[in-house]
């Protein structure tokens, strides 16, 4: 490995990229010199040589000089905000600050700053510094500054100091559901589980069992046309949902359709269920045409005055945002899918041809702009039902850590994101070769740029019919794992984002929303970023699988985590949507699936008694503590029960309990480092001998009943 280049290493530095780091075995590590230099020019800095790293530098610290104000600004609400301003050496500033309500403040303090003039481009730039009122009101604001007969301004967002729970969650613990939608199917959904099935699915478990919430995957958009992604973590976009979704009979125009247009949605719904009723896979693919045929249907029968009031508004509210995902869609459903194979004047959502695309397919636009509406009402009464159902939370959705390479975002965002790198994970205890997740990043000095507008949209339109969001590996809003092309993940390295401004602006807009906010904290991290996210009220998560006092055991072993000594702000469960059901936990399955799908570094024998030494632990551990029976056979209905009662006993103030263990499901929905080795997210809801179940059975399960009292009580 060749050392890198003083130059690199600064530059490096500069932008945020690790040129070292700790991995998971505590061992420290070099990065090499091509992954740092691969890295930079994702961020269109050359570094290729030792001269090229230098005049990158020259050129950083110019760009630094030559701009008036920082590109973005964050603080905490009741924290001043220092600001730096750039101005010609001796020129007067004004400052001020034009709040986000219309309001203006004028009273900024200047601070003293003894940082000598900088020579630029022919002139002596100086440096003032200010303090901004420490008593800003939360929002976005912006700072304006006038020298020289110049203008400039910045956005500054102020954010809360503690998020924590809504009031209307009281000091109260917290138990809910957490499910794969899509595998819930009921007799009346269309082969997948929708929005209805969704609010069943959430009254029940809220007015009959006293849940306060139901976390579902994410339901962002996938592909408009057939293949449809499979994994709801590999999404077209994050800001807007899947119309897979959606229940074609709940849209209010469908009750005015003629007749024959009823007839024709109703044989389209009973064709899929006489294609995919006895099928033991989610087939989106069959689904999704079916129902997009129906909604076309629908959406040609046209809407009340009242109605196309509604739908204006929508349009309005949602912004250019909306107006460019529904054109990706509409040249998809016309090009494809990949917009890099389309003909090279629409591969840019700014060009003249994408426009005149948009005049002529006019109707197709409109039909993806109004499927996003329907969403909007069915997301908004699935919330409304759960909370007059008694939640105190309603809906918890997930927010994926990124976007498919091809899709909506990385096309109308494609300047925001990085080319020529990926996002992954690097080697971990349960995926030791790495994860690769094929998802462009985010470039941070884009998003500063441009205020963290993208970021700021989506957020809002995920908590909008929420009760909380469970962010999926929140540690990237700290550093993700940035993998060149051509790389293995174990060649990556970390690059860092502004967290204050990332986790404040999720706090203030989850504050705004009424929401609370879900960290999955889970994989390699810095143990520092666990304290900052308790500091700042968001909740981490814990996985009783992984909860171990390692060393602390017989012999020196590993025993579980005492539950007293678990975190207070957490969501505490037994099982996560990338581990099998505890059924399946309990029976090793998980150990054999990866060994035959080729993912140990270890022997299968080796892996078997490491995993059984686990489940021998805790088993011990519920006989000590009296969850199960001291002595005798338990069975597997017995132990997901008891090892639920010991989430009860923990002071986690969120507990969940996976909906495939309510029914004994013992079926992995998705196996991290595979993509068509194993059907990932293509498993339908099973009962315990792993025959696919409807919502209707889930309903009325004695089993479900009987773990959900557990954890109630």
Known sequence: MSELDPAVRALAQAHGIATEF?????????????????????????????????????????????????????????????????????????????????????????????????HVDGRDIGEASFALPADLPLGYHTVRVWSGGQEASTTVVITPAFLGFPARTGDRRTWGVATQLYSVRSAQSWGVGDLTDLTDLAVWAGSGHGAGYVLVNPLHAAEPVAPMEPSPYLP????????LYLRVERIPEFAD????????????????HTRLDDLDRIDRDTAWTAKSAALRIVHAAGRTPGRDIAYAAFQHREGPGLQSFALWCALATVHGPDWAHWPAGLRHPGSPEVAAFAGEHADEVDFQRWLQWCLDEQLGAAQAAAVDAGMTLGIVHDLA??????????????????????????????????????????????????????????VATVLRHAGGVRVDHIIGLFRLWWIPAGHEPTQGTYVRYDHEAMIGILALEAHRAGALVVGEDLGTVEPWVRDFLRERGILGTSILWFEFEYGAGPDGGDRPLRPEWWREYCLASVTTHDLPPTAGYLAGEHVRLRHRLGLLTRTLEDELAADGAEREAWLQTLRERGAVPADGEVSVEDLVIGLHRYLTWTPSRLLCVSLTDAVGDP??????????????????????????????DVLTSRRAARLFDTVRG
């Not at 990158?56 to 600004?73: D, G, I, N, Q, Y």
């Not at 109308?412 to 205890?429: K, M």
């Not at 498993?683 to 919502?695: N, R, Y």
């Open 22 to 118: 700790w991995d998971w075995r505590g061992q420290h590590t070099e990065v090499a010199h091509d992954t740092v230099t691969a890295v930079l020019a994702a961020l269109d800095v050359p570094a290729g040589s030792e001269q090229e790293a230098q005049d990158s530098l020259a050129a950083l610290h110019r760009a630094h000089w030559t701009r008036t104000l920082p590109a973005f600004l964050v603080g905490r609400q009741g924290h001043s905000v220092t600001c730096w301003v750039h101005v010609t050496h001796g020129d007067a500033v004004d400052i001020r600050v034009d709040l986000e309500d219309g309001g203006r403040r004028d009273d900024l303090v200047q601070l003293e700053n003894w940082t000598p003039p900088e």
């Open 236 to 243: 077209t976009t994050r800001r807007f949902a899947n119309p």
């Open 257 to 272: 359709l003629a007749s024959g247009d009823r007839d024709a949605v109703l044989a389209l719904r009973t064709d899929v």
């Open 401 to 458: 850590v990124g976007v498919h390479p091809r899709g909506a975002d990385a096309w109308s965002l494609q300047d925001s994101y990085a080319a020529g790198v990926s996002v992954g994970a690097p080697p971990d205890a349960f995926n030791q070769a790495g994860q690769d997740w094929a998802q462009p990043p985010w470039r941070p000095d884009r998003l500063a740029e441009l205020g963290y507008a993208p970021f700021r949209e989506l």
């Open 667 to 696: 079926r992995t929905q998705n196996q991290p480092g595979t993509i068509d080795e194993y059907p990932n997210w293509r498993v339908p809801l099973s009962g315990p001998d792993g025959t696919p179940i409807g919502l209707e």
